[in-house]
Structure formats: structure tokens, C-alpha cells
């Protein structure tokens, strides 16, 4: 079965704390990206990603940080500068040639204790 | 001016109606435009991909894009419960890589 696997479905995070989200894919895609969602303000790209080793800021990437040393994975990190970090936070996926096409995870709620 | 703006409703219909949901967009360069269905607590799902002008149609959904009033929409006929959902526009607008998304539109089927 392919698709885009994202864990945990809930996290939790205290005062001060770094927290990863965890996001495979086995689509053989080339491009992975992070969003946010917050209620009423749609999806907003954190980090993305064309290729192994190297990705890029998206609109709204401080407070957070990623890697991408395999094709398959792209996790992410909550540091503890982002200050209000509450959100569904979103992984896709696209293929390098049609990059347009993405699909999605089923997404990591985080909230804050 | 953002790159694609959507009314996010939300929108109550009864089962059966035709459902019309709307997005503007701001460049007529503009070629890609995708739907997506969001179910609640659920990942975005690619509904309808279409490129260019004119319709798109699979099953109940018809994707149309309007270049002249750069508008484009999703209507949905014989709606079923089940079509309850957020619905997001989105395109690449002038990228290669970068979807911009709308806020989405709120749909719920009353059955």
C-alpha cells in the first residue's frame, strides 16, 4: 500500500521542549513538504524539500527545523522558539515531475501543555 | 493580493442539492488548479486536478476555470452526506514547487 505515513497522530509538548514530527513516504517521491493549519487561515507551507540533503524555508519556517537525509523521510521539529505551536501539522509529498500534484498525510496534532 | 482567495462559507445544504463552491485567483498566467476534500481530523485528498480553462468532470464533481473572470469551481450534484467536508482550492500560481492554498470552504449535507 503506498502512501504518506505520519506519526504520532497526537503529541504533546511542555514549556521549553523540542518536539519531532515523524513523516515517511513510499511513493518514490522526490519533493516532501510541512504545512500548518490553524482553523480559518487554510495551510501554510513550513519547509519543503526537492531532493535528498537539501530543502528550503517556506512562509512561516521560524521556531522550526527540519532534515531530509533519506528520500523517503522528512521530519520536523518544533523547537522551543516557535511560541505558539498548537496546529495540525500537515506532510505531503509530489513527484518531481508533475510537482503541482501533491498528497497528503493524515497529519499530527500538536498541542501544548 | 493574495494568490487565490476562497469564501469559506460555511455552506449547509440539504441532501440531493447542487453545490457551488467557489475561489478567485489573482494572475490570469495562471494554468494548475486542484481541489482537495478534507474530512475533519483528516489529511487533505486530491479531488479534482485541471489545467488551463474549461471543465473537468468525474462522476458528481465538475471542475470548471473561468480565465477571462479568473475564477474557478467545484460543483457538486446529487449531494450525499458524505460529502460533507472542507473543500481547499489551490495553485501553483507562478512556482514550481509551492501550492497556495485557500482558507477553504466549510461544506455540511443535511441528510
Known amino acids: 500500500d503506498g502512501g504518506i505515513t505520519q506519526s504520532p497522530k497526537y503529541l504533546f509538548r511542555k514549556e521549553g521542549q523540542n518536539v519531532t514530527l515523524s513523516c515517511e513516504q513510499n511513493?518514490?517521491?522526490?519533493?516532501m513538504y510541512w504545512y500548518r493549519q490553524d482553523p480559518g487561515q487554510g495551510l501554510r507551507l513550513i519547509y519543503y524539500?526537492?531532493?535528498?540533503?537539501?530543502?528550503q524555508k517556506g512562509d512561516i519556517a521560524e521556531g522550526y527545523s527540519v532534515s531530509r537525509e533519506k528520500k523517503e523521510s522528512f521530519p520536523l521539529t518544533v523547537t522551543s522558539a516557535q511560541k505558539n505551536p498548537t496546529a495540525f501539522y500537515l506532510c505531503?509529498?509530489?513527484?518531481?515531475?508533475?510537482?503541482?500534484?501533491?498528497?497528503f498525510g493524515p497529519g499530527t496534532r500538536l498541542l501544548v501543555l | 493580493q493574495k494568490e487565490v482567495e476562497q469564501d469559506p462559507g460555511p455552506l449547509s445544504v440539504p441532501e440531493g442539492a447542487i453545490v457551488s463552491l467557489n475561489c478567485t485567483y489573482s494572475?490570469?498566467?495562471?494554468?494548475?488548479f486542484m481541489w482537495y476534500r478534507q474530512y475533519s481530523r483528516k489529511g487533505p485528498e486530491l479531488l479534482m486536478y485541471?489545467?488551463?480553462?474549461g471543465n473537468k468532470e468525474d462522476g458528481r464533481f465538475t471542475a470548471q476555470v473561468d480565465k477571462s473572470s479568473k475564477y474557478i469551481s467545484l460543483f457538486i450534484r446529487d449531494s450525499q452526506p458524505s460529502d460533507s467536508a472542507t473543500y481547499l482550492c489551490?495553485?501553483?500560481?507562478?512556482?514550481?514547487?509551492?501550492?497556495?492554498f485557500g482558507k477553504g470552504t466549510l461544506l455540511t449535507v443535511n441528510p
Open positions: 505531503a509529498s509530489s513527484s518531481a515531475r508533475v510537482q503541482e500534484t501533491q498528497y
Open positions: 511513493l518514490n517521491h522526490d519533493a
Open positions: 524539500s526537492q531532493i535528498v540533503n537539501d530543502f
Open positions: 494572475n490570469s498566467a495562471f494554468q494548475y
Open positions: 485541471t489545467y488551463s480553462s
Open positions: 489551490a495553485t501553483p500560481g507562478g512556482s514550481n514547487y509551492k501550492l497556495t
